[in-house]
Structure formats: structure tokens, C-alpha cells
């Protein structure tokens, strides 16, 4: 199936979005005055894109309780699998398919310093980025927990854990 791509150009922000309903990504073409939180990717929408695109693919998977609803309200069901999900839980997986933030000393300072200070916040707190620093507390946690998963028991951990995750309602 095709996925809807929308550019917006008046936008003064550096980011983007993916959406349910109807299922669809949206990226600000505006590029960030500096480099992407240090990334070592030349292009900043292609990041963006990764990120997002992955919220889709993450998002719309045929996993979990909502699959048994789709052929009743259609395609767009799988997203209900969202809300069984924390934030750091589905920006962690963006986060870490991007790569851009991954390869990044500035991006890895975010969580590496609070874990070598012992003063890392809790996962309560990571569900919701926030007004004072650490800003973006999801992504960190989500990326350093997806991350450390992907390193210790592989990738493919990742899904089952995602698939138990979504199949909470039935077990």
C-alpha cells in the first residue's frame, strides 16, 4: 500500500509526525539552525523520515488485540495498539531505527552522564518528555532500553517484546 507523505514548508519547527487517522507522516522541510543533536547523518530529512517511518511500520503492525478488531473498523485499528505502550517504548524503537541520535557523543551524553552520576530518572518519569532538562526524556530512555535490549538478546527480541506488549487485553 501506498503511505502519504505530506511536506510542510511554512512551518518555522525542524520536526515531524505521523499520524492514525488516516494513517500518514508529515515532516517540517524547515532544517534545524545546527546540526541534528550532532548527528553524523548528512541529511536531516532523511533522518526525519527514518524516525517517522518507523512510527508507521511500528504502529500499523497486524500484532496484538487490535488485529482482531481491523476487519471491523478497517486498517487503521492497528493503532490502537499505541495506547497499550509507553512513550519511551515507541520513540525508543524510532529513536534507535533512526540511528542519526544512536551515532551521536551528544545525544549518548544525555544518558550516559545521569547513569555515571547515579541520578538517572525513573521509568515514570520517562513516559512524557519535559519543561526542564533532560527536554526529550522518552527518546533518551527509550533509546538506551531498546538499545541495551537489541545489544543483549538481539533484535528480534525487540518484536516479541512489542507483540507481548500489544497482546495485553487477551493474556
Known amino acids: 500500500e ?15 509526525y505521523f499520524s492514525f487517522f488516516p494513517p500518514k507522516i508529515t515532516l517540517f522541510l524547515n532544517q534545524p539552525a ?4 550532532g548527528s553524523k547523518h548528512e541529511s ?7 524516525h517517522e517511518l518507523t512510527h508507521y511500520f511500528h504502529l500499523n503492525q497486524n500484532v496484538g488485540f487490535a488485529r ?13 495498539n ?8 515507541i520513540e525508543g524503537i524510532a529513536t534507535y531505527s533512526e540511528n542519526a ?3 551521536s557523543n551528544l545525544f549518548a551524553l544525555k544518558y550516559e552522564a545521569p547513569i555515571y552520576e547515579e541520578k538517572f530518572f525513573s521509568l515514570a518519569k520517562a513516559t512524557y518528555n519535559s519543561p ?14 531498546v538499545s541495551k535490549l537489541a545489544q ?11 507483540a507481548n506488549c500489544t497482546s495485553f487485553p487477551l493474556k
Open 68 to 80: 482482531y478488531l481491523r476487519p471491523i473498523f478497517g486498517p487503521a485499528t492497528y493503532s490502537l
Open 152 to 162: 543483549e538478546f538481539g533484535e528480534d527480541k525487540i518484536g516479541e517484546i512489542n
Open 101 to 103: 541520535r544512536g551515532n
Open 132 to 145: 526542564v532538562f533532560p527536554y526529550d526524556r522518552s527518546y533518551i530512555a527509550g533509546y538506551f532500553i
Open 2 to 16: 501506498k503511505i502519504r507523505v505530506v511536506l510542510e514548508g511554512d512551518i518555522l519547527e525542524s520536526n515531524g
Open 44 to 50: 536531516y530529512l532523511k533522518s526525519l523520515f527514518k
Open 34 to 37: 545546527s546540526r541534528f543533536l
Open 82 to 89: 499505541s495506547f497499550l505502550m509507553p512513550k519511551w517504548w
